[in-house]
């Protein structure tokens, strides 16, 4: 039996993706939101979906000196040789803090979702949602796709995520829960939660009935394109450098402590 994959196949004479030649059928033809999902899906995305994933991978593109973006920086400064080494350390840091938390989030709002519907009435939403956040706070567990370390009174990202979701008829019992569960931690609770866009995006995954796992596989796509222009930036006008000053200062003012105290 060999071995084989049904997404490509290469011969001297032809590359072909899910059965279509690449040079006749898909180049000049689709555009790389067309490509993702027909690798993904053997199919291309209906315009709504288009819609809905162009937006999620514009939402993960850059959002400033993040982890992801001072890693890939940092790396660089180490190996300027290595454009994918940097890329490659930033998409590394895509965890459940950060970038990843769309995976943890589509998986939390299908989970405790599966009993109800898109017409199901508000109160039995926040009574779900009232058992969600007990069921977190009983077992000590953080509730993925909530809180924002700067925008603590509210993600300006997700106003917009809503209305292109509605726009394009995702806007259901996934979504409704997430915002059900900001209203209970930050109305109820008084805890200073609310959905971020991490939170968003794994609603709109869970609406579009998508596998969360591609939820993060977008957020990595759309990602490496930032970290590309961080790495570039980077290559003009350095500031890993400094960010490494920063932790040389550090290291010497624990010393100065470590003696002091001794």
């Known amino acids: 039996m060999g071995i084989s994959t049904e997404i490509g196949t290469t011969t001297p004479d032809a590359i072909h993706v899910r059965g279509l030649d690449l ?49 890939a920086r940092m790396t660089y400064l180490g190996a300027p040789e ?18 990843g938390t769309v995976q943890n989030a589509a998986e939390l709002w299908t989970r405790h979702a599966k009993d109800l519907a898109d017409d199901t009435t508000d109160q039995a939403v926040l009574a779900c949602a009232r ?15 909530v809180g924002h370390p700067i925008h603590v ?9 809503r209305r292109v979701s509605e726009r394009n008829g995702y806007f259901g019992r996934h979504w409704r829960l997430a915002l059900a569960v900001e209203h209970v931690l930050c109305v109820e ?3 200073p939660l609310p ?31 930032g970290l590309v222009a961080h790495v570039m930036e980077e290559r003009h006008a350095p500031i890993g450098p400094e960010v490494w ?10 010393v100065l402590k470590k003696g002091a105290a001794g």
């Open 245 to 254: 000053n920063l932790v040389l200062a550090q290291d010497e003012r624990n």
């Open 82 to 99: 290595s454009l994918q080494g940097a890329v490659a350390a930033g998409l590394l840091g895509a965890g459940s803090h950060f970038l």
């Open 23 to 71: 040079s006749t059928d898909i180049l000049g033809h689709f555009d790389f939101v067309d490509m993702i999902c027909w690798l993904a899906w053997a199919r291309r995305p209906e315009p709504r979906e288009k819609d809905m994933l162009n937006l999620l991978l514009v939402t993960a593109a850059d959002h400033g000196l993040t982890p992801s973006a001072i890693s």
């Open 195 to 225: 959905l971020n866009a991490a939170g968003a995006n794994g609603a709109v995954m869970a609406d579009m009935g998508l596998d969360p796992l591609f939820g993060r596989g977008l957020a990595l796509i759309g990602r490496a394109a």
């Open 153 to 161: 009174d509210g993600d300006p990202r997700v106003p917009t995520l």
């Open 189 to 191: 609770l008084r805890k």
């Open 131 to 145: 058992e969600l956040v007990r069921h977190a706070r009983e077992h000590r567990q953080a509730i993925p796709g």
